[in-house]
């Protein structure tokens, strides 16, 4: 077991700091007023629903863990014969728990369903997968992403991640940019940790190039030899990777215009 460290991170910060601001919500309307009013009556004379309504043309179930896999067979037997999407949401800090929801089509009647449910902390989930075989890959992907536990699933493992991988990186509290296990996880996989300080700890930014190298990039119409020293260029630079594919241009650079406005 490694160290522990608290893993405080751009995700708890308030992005937001106008006091009048308002995250836009979406209208919810009665689902007896819309065309899923056969099937909710259906469904509630032997499923207990905690709250049922219409959203962005979804009918929204919400239902206690214990009833997922009978209001989906059910959902099953009512025409939802497509599974499209099962995933979770972390309410650990507000909830103690996540928000697990499934997502079924009708595919006659071009009807979709989101079933919703709360799984807490160290709980465990019915796997719906003997239902749904689509469902197995969403279920791994719950247990890699969140760390919730889905019994009776037919291959409980990770899908995304190293089977031996630390921390379950769709937490809020998980760092956004990995923490000391994810760093040097690859060097230490690959090379041993003696390597550490000859080869360096892991880019985790992919967007990040660095306009002072010229080892790995080659700067385009303002070349340098390989690790020499770089130009000081005044505009915007282009950059190709050492192997990469050629950039294509249909136009010189010396005949480009910026407009400040639209013609």
Known sequence: ????????????Q???KDRFYHAPHTKKFDVNESIFKQDYEVLKTQIEIINSFIELDFWVIEIKKEDNIKTLEMLKTLGYLSFTEASAIDFVAQKNGFEVF?????????????IRTFVGVKERLQSVAHIFKGANWSEREIYDMFGIFIINHPNLKRILMPDDWYGHPLLKTYPLQGDE????????????????????EEQRDPGFVNDKDTLNFARLYHETPKGGAS???????EYQEDDGVAFVKKVKRDQAKILEKRR
């Open 181 to 200: 296990f994810a760093k040097w996880y690859e060097i230490d996989k690959i090379f041993g940790k003696e390597y550490r300080e000859i080869v360096g």
């Open 102 to 114: 499934y997502q079924l089509l009708n595919l006659e009647k071009k009807l979709r369903v989101r």
């Open 1 to 12: 077991m490694r160290k522990y460290s608290d893993k405080k991170n751009a995700q708890l």
């Open 231 to 237: 130009k000081e260029i005044s505009f915007k630079q």
């Open 14 to 16: 308030n992005y937001y």
